[in-house]
Structure formats: C-alpha cells, structure tokens
Nanobody, 121 residues
Framework: QVQLVESGGGLVQPGGSLRLTCAAS????????MDWYRQAPGEQRELVASSTSGASTNYADSVKGRFTISRDNAKKTVYLQMNSLKPEDTAVYYC???????????????WGQGTLVTVSS
C-alpha cells in the first residue's frame, strides 16, 4: 500500500512564508510526477505546482514567482516553499503522486490527506 503524508500547514500572516512537505511510503518502485493541489472553501481543487521525475516544474499563474516546488527522490519527498503568502492562498493543500507500485507493478495516482494553510492577519 502506498501513502502520502503532508505536513507543514498552519496559520500565517499575509506576506509570510510556509514550507509544506509530502513524504511517500509503502511498496514503491518508482515515483514519477509529484504535484501540489489546493482546494479553497466552495471552490474546485486546482493544480498549484507540478514536478516530474526529470526535474521539470510547472506552476499555476497565481503562484508563479512566489511558490517553489522541489523534491528529494532518495527520500521520496516533495516540498512546496510558499513565500509572500496572500489571503487568497488560504486552502487545503494536497499532495498527489504518480507511483509505480511494487509487487503489482500497477501505476497509481495517490492523494495525501491534505494540510490546511490559512493566511490571515
């Protein structure tokens, strides 16, 4: 079984910073894409940042220049550094990964449980 566990959310003032961490565990052969999504109250879940196993990255226009996605493949971990946070960044942030599972050799899309980020004064 493959799991993703996020951490690092919390309450921060506008202009502040947070670093989210997502660690994968379980029977994993390979991890391909590792992405961050977010979902604000009453809104649809949206892609914030994506990272391929080849280290290319993409960002939503709303976070370009403020957020940075990075990953440590040896630790099966992806990070999201969020700077210059705005109230509109308030949301539950979810990690998502494309994983090749050991044993079954199945290609899975796995979600974490989410971590809440609140930007407020």
């Amino acid at each position: 079984q493959v799991q993703l566990v996020e951490s690092g959310g919390g309450l921060v003032q506008p202009g502040g910073s947070l670093r989210l961490t997502c660690a994968a565990s379980g029977s994993i052969l390979s991890i391909y894409d590792m992405d961050w999504y977010r979902q604000a109250p009453g809104e649809q879940r949206e892609l914030v940042a994506s990272s391929t196993s080849g280290a290319s990255t993409n960002y939503a226009d709303s976070v370009k220049g403020r957020f940075t996605i990075s990953r440590d493949n040896a630790k099966k971990t992806v990070y999201l550094q969020m700077n210059s946070l705005k109230p509109e960044d308030t949301a539950v942030y979810y990690c998502n990964a494309e994983v090749l599972a050991a044993g079954t050799y199945s290609l899975l899309r796995v979600w974490g449980q989410g971590t809440l980020v609140t930007v407020s004064s």
